[in-house]
Nanobody, 121 residues
């Protein structure tokens, strides 16, 4: 299972750090990702990290968000800086069965419950 936390409400320009803790199995060597879903919109890719630490981001968060992992803690993080109102969404963490990163939600097998991020202008 995956448990996401760290969401909240911030003003534009602020920062938040999301955490995703795994339990019941090890996620230390598999691809992990963060997705988000804004009201009335489809779920979209945000960032992904491979088992070896390679990362990829959607263009709109490149340079502002950083995905990282702590294998010892079976956890993945999303550091979000310079937040914008358009970043407002429910953020979900997810894990794959394989080690590569992915931008495709259908390639992730395990999903956390989501954490709300609200950015006000």
């Amino acid at each position: 299972q995956l448990q996401a936390s760290g969401g909240g409400s911030v003003q534009a320009g602020g920062s938040l750090r999301l955490s995703c803790a795994g339990s019941g199995r090890t996620f230390s060597r598999v691809g992990m990702g963060w997705f988000r879903q804004a009201p009335g919109k489809d779920r979209e890719f945000v960032a992904s990290i491979s088992g070896g630490g390679q990362t990829t981001y959607t263009d709109s968060v490149q340079g502002r968000f950083t995905i990282s992992r702590d294998s010892a803690k079976n956890a993945v993080y999303l550091q979000m800086n310079s937040l914008k109102p358009e970043d407002t969404a429910v953020y979900y963490c997810a894990a794959r069965g394989g080690s590569a990163w992915s931008r495709r939600s259908e390639e992730f097998d395990y999903w956390g419950q989501g954490t709300q991020v609200t950015v006000s202008s």
